[in-house]
């Protein structure tokens, strides 16, 4: 499915160096609808609610997640249970450039369809500007490393790109539109080039909230709901 980044709404700020730890729990509600690239079915519907904690110390970040997932494909019935697990290390360049390294290990049940069966990982770069005192604008770079090519010949590497611009639309709500573009890593499978629109409230110190839908060329739609507390 396309990838959407429930994290979006955190673009009103400019990322700055934390003097202390900080501690980020996240959760939220995904639904899509269309082409799976994760999961190399042409069409499938999926419900996840993903979980994650965020450890963010000065310039680095370790962040581990998984999701509960249920998955139907198209002609059979709907499985359901975890998914794999995934860990990031993030590097803060400066206020504008950040890298990270993602890898997903595969720990949900292949024989449901809930899982390739191969790690996957991910490289990174991540770049923030802000434009003036409402607008900000925001792009992605990164390479996947597809697992189990050696044993999937339809399996290959692809590059991955996305773009979009943020406004403060109040004191506490973010808004914006990301366009993204990510090639297959099925060969049998088409690229993808779609958008997304994102709204987001900070609540307080601690709580914020965000909401984005996502429509792209396979006909795939995609929306979805984020939760995040803080950490005192």
Known sequence: MKRIVLGLCALGVAASVQAAPTVKLSTGYFYADGQSNDLNTP?????????????KEGP???????????IKNKGSK??????DVTATVSYDLNDAWSVSLKE???????????TTGFNDTKVQVDYFATLDNRHSFFATAGYTFKGGQDDK???QN??????????????GWTGGVSLDWTQAT???LDDTFGGSLFIGHKVNAQ??????GGYDNNSTTSAGLGISYKLQ
């Not at 680095?60 to 249920?70: A, I, K």
């Not at 709580?207 to 984005?212: A, K």
């Open 43 to 55: 069409d499938s519907t999926i419900q996840s609610v993903p979980f994650s904690v965020k450890i």
């Open 60 to 70: 680095w970040g370790l962040r581990l997640g998984s999701s509960w997932l249920e």
């Open 78 to 83: 709907a499985e359901s249970g975890m998914g």
């Open 104 to 114: 997903k290990f595969t720990t949900a049940d292949k024989d449901k369809g809930l």
């Open 153 to 155: 010949p339809d399996y």
């Open 158 to 171: 692809g590059v991955y790109l996305s773009a979009g611009i943020g406004r403060v639309l109040a004191t």
């Open 186 to 188: 099925n060969r049998k």
């Open 207 to 212: 709580w914020s909230v965000s909401l984005f």
